[in-house]
């Protein structure tokens, strides 16, 4: 006997029935245990019970760090945590051929989970008030458990993870959420963490620092610049949505945009391309390009300069590797050095959007960069750190790259400046916009597809299909219901 194997963007009866605890969430933007008034004099509070010191080192103050003396690899005296290693690019993606450069090498899955539990039957999100060293403000807003497979097997001799018991087996608790997803492929190789949704019904301890919210709530805050965090923006990207009617929140007739947004994560509208169409597209980008990558020692780049404070790129483009001194009381190791990946100025992230037939639509590409697992993932329209285009002629410019930068004002629906993960990256940050562009042509270049915000839920059921930077500006389209 044989048996069909589900599409893969199938919706079954029990997906619907957690996708509507999740949207009634959602629509509840104030709680009854935290409320969203007092969340900031609550951050400011925490902030002010802890002590944070952050100061750039020259490598040689690195404790425990070193450059290994057959390879120049920065690397951990304990051989776990991550390296920092280069990396040797061959592709035909894109307008340049071959590179090198620095690339961070962490070969361990980590956890980014989010508890849930309900209260008065809405679902509340356990959420932290965390300090990452490559953060511009210190505190944001974090996951239930965000760890390095190092960190929660306790590598550093730190104290233990709270919470992670409900994210590893055994576990009690009911999952709904988990899948592998990847991190910035422009700055690690390979790199995946397991996002994760677990409810619990039992009596929770809240520790310092952690504060139970409803979706609803984190939707409001991710309204406000560098507050959200990387990974909690990606664990909520995760979160299936039903379609967003309910009496806390109207859709608004008045407003073609939003009432077409909720089409679009409805999904019980018309799409331009099938999911088929879209799977086999995708398959298709994948199959296209030739992306080869080779880890070499990291004293052969080529155009790149190790100083005694920081490696870079003789452009004085792109990004910097350099060394900090962390000092943090409210962490499982309360000092410690390390390495850290610093960009070069600040990226834009940003979807295009179109209204095709009553259905909101955004322009997705795919993308390869050097750390790409798998040859492509799903992006942003625009992806990129505008900088380091200053200097190139407009046609080698990333495709509608001007149309994002001379947007005019009225047809940005959503613009927050957010960080990116401050465990890996010091003072790393994109400017996220979601912008209205109904002149844009339905036809597009091979590497785009017009796809629903249904289509997009539907593919981070599964793993390495869109970008973190994708997953950011998902989880921020569900602002704007």
């Known amino acids: 006997m044989t048996t069909t194997a589900p599409h893969p963007l199938l919706v079954t009866g029990d997906d619907r029935r957690v996708a509507d605890r999740f949207t009634r969430s959602a ?54 945590f991550f390296s920092v290693e280069g990396l040797e690019v061959a592709t035909d993606f894109g307008r340049v051929p071959r590179w090198t450069q620095p690339i961070i090498n962490q070969p361990e899955i980590g956890i980014v ?7 008065d039957g809405i679902l509340h999100c356990l959420m932290q008030a965390k300090m990452e060293p490559g953060n511009v403000n210190t505190l944001q807003l974090s996951p239930t458990v965000q760890a390095t497979r190092s960190n929660y097997t306790r590598v550093h001799k730190g104290s233990a993870i709270p919470y992670l018991e409900h994210f590893v087996a055994p576990r009690t608790g009911q999952v709904l959420v988990d899948a592998l997803q990847s991190e910035q492929g422009a700055w690690f190789l390979h790199k ?75 999904g019980q509208r018309g799409a331009l391309h099938t999911d088929a169409e879209v799977l086999s597209w995708f398959v298709e980008a994948k199959s296209r390009y030739a992306h080869q990558r080779r880890r070499i020692p990291l004293r052969e780049l080529e155009g790149w300069r190790a100083g005694p404070d920081a490696i870079s790129h003789e452009d004085g483009k792109y990004f ?20 850290l990946v610093a960009p070069v100025g600040h990226g834009i992230s940003a979807f295009l959007t179109r209204r095709i037939d009553g259905v909101l639509h955004v322009l997705a590409q795919a993308r390869a960069e050097a750390g790409t697992l798998d040859v492509v993932e799903l992006a942003p329209t625009v992806h990129c750190l505008p900088g380091n285009y200053r200097d190139v002629p407009r046609e080698h410019r990333p495709a509608f790259l001007d149309q994002v930068l001379s947007a005019d004002r009225s047809r940005i629906r959503y613009e927050v400046v957010q960080s990116e993960e401050g465990g890996r990256f010091y003072h790393a940050q994109n400017r996220y916009q979601i912008i209205e ?21 539907g593919l981070l059921r599964l793993s390495n299909y869109l970008n973190v930077e994708a997953r950011s500006l998902v989880a921020c389209l569900q602002t704007l219901w």
Not at 113 to 119: H, S
């Open 437 to 457: 562009a109904d002149d844009l042509p339905l036809a597009v270049p091979p590497d785009y597809r017009w796809v629903t915000v249904a289509q997009l839920m």
């Open 320 to 339: 910097q590797i350099v060394g900090v001194q962390v000092e943090a009381s409210s962490r499982e190791v309360s000092s410690w050095t390390q390495p």
């Open 192 to 266: 995946r963490n397991r996002n994760m949704v677990v409810q619990t019904d039992e009596d929770i301890e809240v520790r310092d620092d952690f504060c139970w919210l409803t979706i609803g709530q984190i939707h409001e805050l991710l309204r406000v610049d560098n507050l959200v965090n990387m990974d909690s923006r990606t664990v909520l990207s995760c979160m299936p949505f039903g379609r967003p009617d309910g009496p806390a929140r109207t859709v608004a007739g008045d407003d073609p945009f939003r009432a077409a947004l909720v089409e679009s994560v409805g």
């Open 27 to 80: 629509l509840t933007t104030d709680g009854r245990l935290l409320p969203t008034a007092r969340f900031e004099s609550w951050l400011a509070e925490r902030a002010g019970m802890n002590r944070f010191a952050v100061h750039r080192v020259p490598f040689q103050d690195l404790d425990g760090w070193r450059f290994a003396e057959d390879t120049g690899n920065l690397v951990h005296s304990s051989g776990r």
């Open 113 to 119: 989970g989010i508890l849930v539990k309900e209260f």
